[in-house]
Structure formats: structure tokens, C-alpha cells
């Protein structure tokens, strides 16, 4: 089978999520890339590094460079004619092409795979990942999107693809490009970090998030995270909410503190290596699922906890 | 303008899915069932839009069991004019769902169409993307603000990095994000007013769509049991676990 694999990117540079992308799609078949952007040779010769892909096809036009999904799902669709599979990260970005471009092509595609389990069947979690599914696709194509946490990224050296220029349509005339406000931070993306240290409704406020768990954080070099409590209530922005409809972690140590440890919330980490939980509440459901557990005021245990790591 | 807010019948959020013992599904028999939550969220947006004076009518759509009346229902007493149940027993998938609502919006000609991101069941995120495919029209996913101005409507979107703000031409599509709104309740007697309220029925033959499904499951099995590990006394001790862990 011939694989198409979405590169996720910010035209300078290819984010991780491709790479778990890479790893995904190789265990069905050939991978080329799609890097769609705008000036974004960089992120092109980057993607021709990672190991085990076929060649990359760059489409390089204003319309791309924000990556509206409808200018690139109708780029998508002319380069299938090449292509079994379409396969994208469970990224904000790739959970909006992707859908654009299986209902073009007339498939069903499959949301968040966690494994290929033979040519077109798949595992993929459903209500909040309380159930595995294995499903298999009749439709001639397949249209995929992939879990990050659930394959080993593929190198991101080693590889030396060829490059190859491509074009569609451009620019739809539907949609347009306004502005965005992205989160400027040292820290490490949530998705890829090793630790993370995640807060709850129990923190109270910004400032009081921000005064308890920052400190902890950066003591570790972990990334920050929170429930959805947390953010509906402003103590930190929405790219921070893990769970499922926020973001699928799954490193290998995640604090969750004064967070309960609702079904939604558990679906983002409880794939997590260790999982280690502060709440004062010793029948919280985050309990059954924490390795570690220590019960008591948050207020009291962190400050006394970061000064002794 | 018109609106059109399609909403699903799901088990309610509250409620821990129980898998089947012979692998064929979850059960759902005797399990609460409510409307899917980022639909609530869609219906409130629309009600809102009404409110502001920028929508004149909002239809509730459905497809389901006859019981997807009831979440109809929900829709017409929180707000919505009238609603439309498209009637199946079959579980139709996110590809069929968009081709009916597809058809649906020929003959209403909404301004915009209000969806969920995500059904809580399937957890598919796909129908609204795949209607806005169909109908070769704008989306606006996951959105966190959304301003009707003329004939476009600026949607702000939740993105992985922060949010992002985009500017549809009209007829449009949006998916909800969860800070969008907080849906109001039904009062009682809004929900002895939605009784009232008109409600079609329909099939998917009405509207010429096969719903014949592309994907087959083949099991369904329960996620690997975490389980609990064990409480430390106190911060010393904690000290000590995750120094162990060799993170610090
Ligand atoms: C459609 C839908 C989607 C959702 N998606 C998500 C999602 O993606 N992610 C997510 O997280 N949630 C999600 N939720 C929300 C989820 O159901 C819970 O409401 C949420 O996770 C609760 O957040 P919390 O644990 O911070 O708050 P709470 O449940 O209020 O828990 C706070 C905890 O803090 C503890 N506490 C309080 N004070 C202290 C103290 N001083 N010291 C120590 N402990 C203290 C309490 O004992 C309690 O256990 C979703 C809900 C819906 C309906
Ligand atoms: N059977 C259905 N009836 C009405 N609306 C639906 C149905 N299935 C999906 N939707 C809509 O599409 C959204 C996304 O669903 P999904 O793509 O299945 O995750 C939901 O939040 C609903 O707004």
C-alpha cells in the first residue's frame, strides 16, 4: 500500500506529531509526506530527514500557510489518485483536514488509531477510551487519523527523501485567515513531554495555579497541564486541558493535582508510564489509577514537595 | 438566517460505558441516555444568536431511534423552533449522517449549521468537517467565540497551540468547543411549551441516502485495567517514590 502522510509544521519547522504519524503509517505500507505550506522549504528538508519515507511533496503557496482546511483538502484529494491511505496526526490541525478529505473521496475515515492490526483494520478507542474498538474499512481508500501516544516516533534523522514541488487549487475563496494567539513557552509541548504537571479546579485561581504548580514544574523541566475544570474557570489557556476532548498524553510521569480524576480526564492520561496524585479527598477516583498517592492539602503538600526535590 | 443544529442521542456523560462480555458493543441497555454535550452547547450558541437578534429560526435535527425524540424535545425547551427526526435504528456513521444533514440544509438553505466537535459515544470529531466537504462550504471547528456579521461569521478556534481566528463566508459550518457557552436549562414550563412544538419525522430513504455502513467492528473489548498502586504517609516519603523514578 501506498501511504500519504500529513506533515504537521509550522512552515519553518516539522512538529513531533508527525513523527508517531511516520511510524503509524509505515506499518501499512510506503510513506511519502505532504509538507502543505507557505515558505516552507525549511519545513520540507527537515521532513526529508525522517527516517524511512519515500519522498517528500512540498506545496508551496500563500493559500497553505495557515493551513485552512478548505484550500488543502482539495490538494489532498488530487494527489490521492497515488495513494491508498491518507494518514494525519489526531492534531487540532489534522482532525480538521482530515474529515474534509474523506468525505471528498467518499470514505469513512478512522478517527485516532492505536494500532494497525492488518491492512485496513485498526484498534481505535470510543467513549472516552473506556472501549477498544477493532474496526475494518470496506471503502477502497483510507482516510486515517493517528494517536501520537500509541507509536514510537519515527527518527527524525537519518532519512534523505528527495523533495518534489506540487500544487493545487490554492486559495477556495471560503475561508480566510484572521489571527492567532499562540502560546509562547520554553516549556516542552504537552504532548511530548516527559513529565507533566498537571492542576485542577482545587487550584482556585490563576494566580494560585500559577504560584503552586509552576514552581513544581519548573524544579522537573515538565510541561504544564490542567483538567477542564481548570481551564473553564481561566486558571490557565485551553491548550493546557488533557483529557478527551482536550489533549491524549502519555508520559512517563504525570502529577494530577487537585484533580479528581473524572472518566473525560483519565481518557488523556492514564496511559501515562507513572501517574502520581495530591488530593485531599483519599476516595477521589484519581486514586485507582495513581502508582502513587498522597492524600492531604495541596496548599501545604507542594511547597513543602518542591523544596525537597 | 436560518440555523440548523443537528444533535445526537448519547449515553450521558456521567455514566461509565460498560463493554459487553461477548466483545459486540457497550451496553446500553437501561443506561441513561441525554443529548451529546457539545450539541447542548450548539442549540445554546444558536439560542443565543436568536437572542442577539442575528437568527430567526433554529432547527433541531436528529437521526436516530424514535427515542431521539425525546433528546428533540430537549432542543425545543431549551429554545429551538422545530425539529426534524430522521428515524433509523441502524447506527449511521459520521459519513451517512453528514450526507442526510447535507440534504437536509438543500431544502431549509440554513445560514449556518451549529454541530458538536465530537460525539462523546463514537468519539469521531468528524461529521461537521464532512458536511462542510459535502456542501463545499467554509468550517469553523472547534470554536470558542463565534460573531455573525452580514453575511460572514468569525469563529475563534481551540487549537493545539492557543487559538486561532478565522473569517467564513456564509452559508458556514461550526463545530462547538467547550468554552463556547454554558447551556442553559430547560424550565418546566418551556418544556410543556416544547411539547407544542412541531416535530417531523422523516427516514434517511426521504432524503435518497444510503446508510449502509463502510466500517465494520470486529470486537470491542475493555482498555487494559490500571491498577491502583499505593498512598505514601507523607511528603518525605513522596520525596523518596519519586526520587526512585530518577526525575529528580
Ligand atoms: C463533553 C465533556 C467533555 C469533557 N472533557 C474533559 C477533558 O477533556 N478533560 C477534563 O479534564 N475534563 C473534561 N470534562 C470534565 C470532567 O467531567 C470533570 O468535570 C473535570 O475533569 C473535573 O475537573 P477537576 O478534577 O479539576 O475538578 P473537580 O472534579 O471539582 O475536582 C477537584 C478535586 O480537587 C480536590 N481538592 C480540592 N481542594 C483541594 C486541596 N486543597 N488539596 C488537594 N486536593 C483538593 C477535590 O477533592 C477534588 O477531587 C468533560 C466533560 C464533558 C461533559
Ligand atoms: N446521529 C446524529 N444525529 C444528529 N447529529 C449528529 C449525529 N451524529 C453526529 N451528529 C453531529 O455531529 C457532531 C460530531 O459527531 P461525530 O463526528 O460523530 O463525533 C455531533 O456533536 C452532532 O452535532
Redesign the interface.
Known amino acids: 500500500m501506498k501511504t500519504l502522510v500529513l506533515v504537521e509544521h509550522d512552515n519553518a519547522s516539522v512538529k513531533d506529531a508527525t513523527l508517531a504519524t511516520v511510524t503509524a503509517a509505515a506499518a501499512i505500507g510506503d510513506v511519502d509526506l505532504l509538507v502543505a505550506g507557505s515558505n516552507a522549504r525549511g519545513a520540507a528538508e527537515e521532513a526529508a530527514k525522517i527516517a524511512g519515507t519515500g519522498k517528500v511533496l512540498l506545496a508551496d503557496d500563500a493559500a497553505y500557510e495557515?493551513q485552512?482546511?478548505?484550500n488543502v483538502?482539495p490538494l489532498v484529494v488530487g494527489l490521492m489518485a497515488d495513494y491508498d491511505a491518507f494518514v494525519a496526526p489526531a492534531?487540532?490541525?489534522g482532525?480538521?483536514?482530515?474529515?474534509?478529505?474523506?468525505?471528498?473521496l467518499?470514505?469513512?475515515?478512522?478517527?485516532?488509531i492505536m494500532s494497525v492490526e492488518g491492512d485496513r483494520?485498526f484498534t481505535r478507542?470510543?467513549?472516552?477510551?473506556?472501549?477498544?474498538?477493532?474496526?475494518?474499512?470496506?471503502?477502497d481508500k483510507l482516510v486515517l487519523t493517528v494517536r501520537g501516544t500509541a507509536f514510537d516516533k519515527a527518527e527524525a534523522e537519518g532519512g534523505s527523501a528527495t523533495i518534489e514541488e506540487v500544487s493545487g487549487k490554492g486559495d477556495?475563496?471560503?475561508?480566510?485567515?484572521?489571527?492567532?494567539?499562540?502560546?509562547e513557552s520554553e516549556r516542552p509541548e504537552l504532548?511530548s513531554a516527559?513529565?507533566i504537571v498537571s492542576g485542577g479546579r482545587a487550584l482556585k485561581d490563576a494566580e494560585t495555579f500559577e504560584q503552586y504548580i509552576t514552581p513544581l514544574a519548573d524544579?522537573?523541566g515538565a510541561g504544564i497541564g490542567a483538567s477542564?475544570a481548570a481551564?473553564?474557570a481561566g486558571y490557565v489557556?485551553?491548550?493546557y486541558?488533557v483529557g478527551?476532548?482536550g489533549?491524549i498524553v502519555a508520559p512517563?510521569?504525570y502529577f494530577a493535582i487537585g484533580i479528581s480524576g473524572a472518566?473525560?480526564h483519565l481518557a488523556g492520561m492514564?496511559d501515562s508510564k507513572?501517574?502520581?496524585a495530591i488530593n485531599k479527598d483519599?476516595d477521589a477516583p484519581i486514586?485507582?489509577?495513581?502508582?502513587?498517592?498522597?492524600?492531604g492539602d495541596l496548599f501545604k503538600?507542594l511547597p513543602?514537595?518542591t523544596e525537597?526535590? | 438566517m436560518k440555523i440548523l443544529v443537528p444533535v445526537k442521542r448519547v449515553i450521558d456523560y456521567n455514566v461509565k460505558p460498560r463493554v459487553k462480555a461477548d466483545g459486540s458493543g457497550v451496553d446500553l441497555a437501561n443506561v441513561k441516555m441525554s443529548m451529546n454535550p457539545f450539541d447542548e452547547i450548539a442549540v445554546e450558541e444558536a439560542i443565543r444568536l436568536k437572542e442577539a437578534g442575528k437568527a430567526e429560526e433554529i432547527v433541531a435535527v436528529s437521526i436516530g431511534p424514535a427515542k431521539a425524540q425525546e433528546t428533540l424535545r430537549t432542543a425545543l425547551a431549551m429554545g429551538a423552533d422545530r425539529a426534524i427526526l430522521v428515524e433509523t435504528d441502524d447506527e449511521v456513521e459520521p459519513l451517512a449522517v453528514a450526507k442526510i444533514l447535507k440534504a437536509i440544509a438543500a431544502e431549509e438553505q440554513p445560514g449556518l449549521i451549529m454541530l458538536g466537535k465530537q460525539a462523546i459515544d463514537d468519539d469521531s470529531n468528524q461529521t461537521g468537517q464532512m458536511l462542510a466537504a459535502l456542501m463545499e462550504r467554509p468550517q469553523g471547528t472547534f470554536a470558542n467565540t463565534v460573531e455573525v456579521d452580514g453575511d460572514s461569521v468569525t469563529v475563534k478556534r481551540e487549537v493545539d497551540g492557543g487559538l486561532e481566528t478565522v473569517k467564513l463566508t456564509m452559508p458556514a459550518i461550526v463545530t462547538t468547543d467547550l468554552r463556547l457557552n454554558e447551556p442553559r436549562y430547560a424550565s418546566l414550563p418551556n418544556i410543556m411549551k416544547a411539547k407544542k412544538k412541531p416535530l417531523d419525522t422523516k427516514t434517511s430513504a426521504d432524503y435518497g441516502v444510503d446508510t449502509a455502513r463502510r466500517l465494520t467492528t470486529t470486537n470491542v473489548s475493555e482498555p487494559p485495567v490500571r491498577q491502583a498502586g499505593e498512598k505514601v504517609a507523607d511528603v518525605d516519603a513522596l520525596v523518596a517514590k519519586i526520587k526512585a523514578l530518577g526525575i529528580a
Open positions: 495557515h485552512l482546511a478548505e483538502a492534531t487540532t490541525t482532525k480538521n483536514i482530515a474529515p474534509r478529505v474523506a468525505a471528498l467518499d470514505v469513512m475515515q478512522i478517527s485516532d483494520t478507542p470510543i467513549y472516552a477510551g473506556n472501549a477498544i474498538a477493532t474496526v475494518q474499512s470496506s471503502d477556495s475563496g471560503l475561508s480566510q485567515f484572521v489571527s492567532q494567539e499562540l502560546a504532548t516527559g513529565i524544579k522537573l477542564r481551564v473553564d489557556p485551553n491548550d486541558q478527551q476532548t489533549k512517563d510521569v472518566i473525560q492514564k507513572t501517574i502520581i483519599e486514586f485507582q489509577v495513581a502508582d502513587i498517592g498522597l492524600v503538600i513543602e514537595l525537597k526535590l
